[in-house]
């Protein structure tokens, strides 16, 4: 598999020329492009949070405990004083990122459901919702971005498929097809429930403005 170098470099170009169309078309202004961007390089490293342990699940579950918490606060303010409110945000984000984080370590398996399209489709659905609804985006930005999550979760399993071939002997290593799968056997009752949820997710959000559809 790449390390995690190379998947910060190859995300941060990705995201770069992804964000640069989007100005040079008009979609975004610039302070959008740096935010898209941003996230963009989250997504390139956001698979292998499935690898206990390892930079970005940390770097996630930290970024994750702090928006809990900001979210605890956002939601409760004006309902209970000042100390509950900052103990609230606390124990949430204690909580994110200690108890969820490690059942969430028990139960992956690395290069198991996070390592395939499925998954890379739900997070670009789950970050449409989140910006959507809880930031209140417009549709269309809301809509960028779960393209840029999605793009750039997707670029970080066709590089790890990538490194599984050995070009000085061109043979494949045994990782092969381990990164980019659309589905497997041995786990079919998650990825069915993995295809039911963006199924139902589609069904459920709304589309961009700019698609017509017949
Ligand atoms: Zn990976």
Redesign the pocket.
Known sequence: ?ASFQTHIAVAAAGSLTASAVCIETGLINQPQALALFALGILAGIL??IDSDHSIPTRLVFNILSFAVAISAILIFQGQMNLFYLLALALMSALSVRYIVYTLFARVTEH?GLF?SVPAALLFGLSTFALAFYLLSLSLNLAWLSAAFVSGGYIL?LLL?ELYSVNFIGVSMKKSFGS?LSFFSRSSWLSYLLLYAAIGLGLYILPLPYDIVLI
């Open positions: 598999m698979p292998d290069r390592h970080h790890d990164a």
